[in-house]
């Protein structure tokens, strides 16, 4: 399995811009991709080149982001030789070398606005001047641009070109966020963790419990997929036993009881920070609340779950770190349900 190209996903919202996107591959006009960090940009980007006429000509990407202002120019239209300090040679920039093919042009909306009044120009007559030329050379690209801004806003704010937000809105493709593709967190969990599995020489794929999995599915996802791909591929990598589902997730890699604390600086006062509380499982909203024995036996479930996860089922440890008596553990579970197969009390 190619690890950058997978498209994985079962959800409504998922689909509809997949398909939108393979619709409009074949055209010739530009598109934008709209989406959160860590949405898939990049892979609608390159199913539009693959699925159009272009796709044995060169798929040219740029990170707008990545460059200085000053540089940007030089990299989408070129330069001739002396053109500024350093242009020790003529170069040509990315808008030649995707001649025939596509351009990405991701984090469009950090281009300047010198660097979009070029663009424009390309865009409208297909034509681009090295920085340092008399002439134009003409080429043939099929732009796609990706953001995570919001254009028209910033269009109307005057931070962005309206004309080149008009010229480059023949489609526009917005990716869903992961909180809102229903059902995908379970396919894509599965996906990323089978292949870390395979990675790392598990001979069967044990899965996730179920406290695990319902912890996947609460989180908001900030990071989107990418992020779900991390978290997943942690968990699988420090979770040492194929036999048994993957009982703990880990969603911050920084937190950590001996984080370092802030320094203080000169003219502070120093005062000693008080040791940090492993944090229980996050209850249940209070207004929710309805019958209070249940309630309290499910946030004591939820806890014990993650504890025993956490330990990797080691029921003394477990025990010790809820400072509970290895007995009183034991009692616990029982009630529970926790006393099954998938505990070594060892």
Not at 72 to 80: M, P
Not at 295 to 309: F, T, W
Request: proline content about 6%; aromatic content about 6%; charged content about 30%.
């Amino acid at each position: 399995m190619d690890r950058g190209t997978q498209f994985v996903g079962q959800s409504g919202a998922f689909l509809d811009a997949v398909e939108r996107a393979s619709r409009a591959a074949p055209m010739r006009r530009p598109v934008l991709v709209i989406g959160e960090r860590g949405t898939g940009k990049e892979l609608i980007a390159e199913r539009l080149h693959r699925l159009s006429a272009r796709w044995g000509e060169p798929l040219i990407t740029l990170n707008c982001a990545a460059l200085p202002e000053t540089l940007i120019e030089a990299e989408l239209f070129g330069h001739e030789q002396g053109a500024f300090t350093g242009a020790t040679r003529a170069r040509a920039g990315r808008f030649e070398e995707a001649d025939k093919g596509t351009l990405f042009l991701d984090e469009l909306a950090t281009l300047s606005m010198a660097a979009q009044e070029r663009l424009l120009r390309a865009v409208e007559y297909g034509e681009v001047t090295r920085i340092g030329a008399s002439k134009p050379v003409r080429v043939d690209v099929r732009i796609v641009a990706a953001t995570n801004e919001d254009l028209p806003a910033l269009a109307e704010a005057g931070k962005f070109r309206a004309d080149l937000l008009d010229r480059l809105s023949f489609e526009v493709i917005t990716l869903p966020p992961l909180r809102v593709r229903d059902g995908d967190i379970p396919v894509l969990a599965d996906y990323f963790g089978r292949r870390m599995g395979t990675e790392l020489g598990w001979e069967r794929w044990p899965g996730f419990s179920d406290h695990a999995m319902a912890a996947l599915e609460e989180h908001q996802w900030p990071g989107n997929v990418r992020e779900l791909r991390n978290v997943i591929e942690r968990a699988v990598y420090r979770w040492d036993d194929w036999e048994r589902p993957i009982a703990h997730i880990v969603f911050d890699p920084f937190e950590s009881p001996w984080k370092p604390l802030p320094p203080v600086h000169p003219g502070e006062a120093q005062t000693d920070a008080p040791a940090r509380i492993p944090q229980a499982a996050p209850a249940a909203r209070l207004d929710t609340v309805a019958d209070l024995r249940a309630a309290v036996d499910a946030h004591e479930k939820a806890i014990l779950e993650q504890a025993l996860g956490r330990h990797r089922y080691n029921q003394r440890q477990t025990a010790k770190a809820l400072n509970l008596s290895y007995d009183q553990l034991r009692h616990a579970m029982k009630k529970h349900g926790l006393s099954d197969s998938r505990v070594d009390p060892a």
